[in-house]
């Protein structure tokens, strides 16, 4: 039976460290996966979904750096999703992102109007959905939280997703509603 390790950097909450997390949220953090069906069969990638986020609002973001005084931030989301492509006979990466305009001076209880994205997913069993929330800045946005959900765990509907805080100890979500398109995908 084989086995994969990968090695991840720890220290740093970076994309790789933050999809890892993501994907062992899957099975409740138990730190054991099985590898879907896809990926032990031969893929053609013929069929795939369009995946519809509508960011809503965000609730009890706290101050890059566990900052209590200063200036009110301005959060936008950020949102990428991770997948896997059929591409020339072998396995690719693909990414995309979409972010939301900022909100001015509202990190107690920010609301973004038709901010809706639209994604290709080519392999719904193994995509992964990033999502960051981003202080505005003159300079360096300063990232604030993030999450990571596995396209396969995603539910149609008004979800509310938990973000992993660079600030320990700080609760905060942000509300969207996801919608689950089937389509065919022209491979060639």
């Known amino acids: 039976m084989p086995l994969e390790l990968v090695a991840l950097n720890f220290q740093t909450p970076d994309t790789p460290l ?6 062992f949220r899957q099975g ?3 730190g054991y996966l099985l590898k879907p069906q896809s990926t032990m069969t031969d893929r053609k990638f013929d069929e795939g979904i369009t995946l519809k986020i509508k960011i809503l609002q965000a609730n009890c973001l706290p101050k890059p750096r566990g900052v209590a005084t200063g ?3 301005d959060p936008y989301v950020k949102c990428e999703i991770h997948d896997a492509n059929l591409q020339d006979g072998k396995d690719a990466s693909v990414s995309s992102s979409f972010s939301t305009p900022p909100v001015d001076n509202n990190g107690f209880c ?3 109007k038709d901010c ?5 997913v080519y392999s719904p069993d193994v995509a992964m959905l990033l999502f960051m929330i981003i202080d ?7 990232q604030i939280a993030s999450a990571a959900i596995p396209v396969s ?7 509310s997703i938990q973000f992993i805080r660079k600030v320990k100890g ?10 689950r398109l089937p389509v065919v995908i022209n491979v060639s």
Do not use: A, H, T
């Open 116 to 120: 809706s994205m639209k994604f290709q």
């Open 28 to 30: 409740g953090g138990c």
């Open 170 to 179: 700080w609760l905060c979500r942000i509300y969207i509603e996801v919608m």
């Open 136 to 142: 505005e800045d003159i300079g360096v946005d300063d």
């Open 110 to 112: 920010p609301v973004w």
């Open 18 to 23: 933050l999809l890892n997390d993501g994907r």
């Open 153 to 159: 765990c995603l539910r149609k509907g008004y979800r």
């Open 71 to 73: 200036e009110r931030i």
